[in-house]
């Protein structure tokens, strides 16, 4: 079964505006990763976040992690057309190297 | 550095055949994992090698396997096909080598599988 869910499953807005993904997941991790996949491509790291962080940036990328809630979010900022991809959120779990779980994803459409 | 490829792009097998994919690490990386990416299920972890030696395994029957060779370049095998194994099959490598955690993985562009 996944660990992850992510929320919302899709996502259309207009270039220029802010993207919000979340991310929930079940058992205790060593760290948080977010990928990006254009078009059924291979994925792109985005950002990884380890359990001990809480806040993560990247260029015009936010991520936050809260342990306590099991929950991620990735924030997008000044979306843009090519940010239009599928967005997944990965987690890592301790004494399972190699193994990523992924969650279903998030398709996000920006339009200019 | 060049990055992770996988050979070949795509593939169109019939049902019963058997379909071997290959992939190549980025320059120094020696963990190898695959992935399988279906509309219904999914990305789903395979399996994951580490100087030869597969460490981790998903829940897949045993049609699937898999082996890496001492330049860490990885194959997978599926036999006996099934249509449900149409599929992307996404290899990914990794620098960090431990056992207990993984880092940043690396994908290739994926091999397209579809089974008639």
């Known amino acids: 079964s996944q660990q992850g869910e992510e929320d919302p499953q899709a996502l259309s807005i207009q270039e220029g505006e802010n993207a919000t993904m979340n991310c929930s997941y079940k058992?205790?991790?060593?760290?948080l990763q977010w990928y990006r996949q254009n078009s059924g491509r291979g994925l792109v790291h985005l950002i990884l976040i380890r359990s001990n962080e809480r806040e993560k940036h990247s260029g015009r990328l936010r991520v936050t992690l809260d342990t306590s809630k099991k929950s991620s979010s990735l924030l997008i900022t000044a979306s843009r057309a090519a940010d239009t991809a599928s967005y997944f959120c990965a987690t890592d779990i301790y004494n399972q190297g190699g193994k990523l779980i992924f969650g279903q994803g998030t398709e996000l459409s920006v339009k200019p | 550095k060049a990055g992770v490829t996988q050979t070949p792009r795509y593939l169109i097998k019939t049902r019963g055949q058997q379909v071997t994919l290959s992939c190549s690490p980025i320059s120094g990386h020696r963990s190898v994992s695959w992935y399988q990416q279906t509309p219904g299920q999914g990305l789903q972890f395979l399996f994951e090698y580490f100087s030869e030696t597969q460490r981790n395994k998903g829940n897949f029957p045993g049609r699937f396997s898999g082996r890496q060779f001492s330049n860490s370049r990885s194959e997978m095998n599926v036999s006996t096909l099934e249509l449900g194994d149409s599929a992307l099959y996404l290899c990914?490598?990794?620098?960090?080598?431990?056992?207990?955690?993984?880092?940043?993985?690396?994908f290739g562009p994926g091999t397209r599988l579809t089974v008639l």
């Open positions: 058992t205790s991790i060593n760290n």
């Open positions: 990914a490598s990794s620098l960090i080598a431990s056992g207990s955690r993984t880092d940043t993985q690396y």
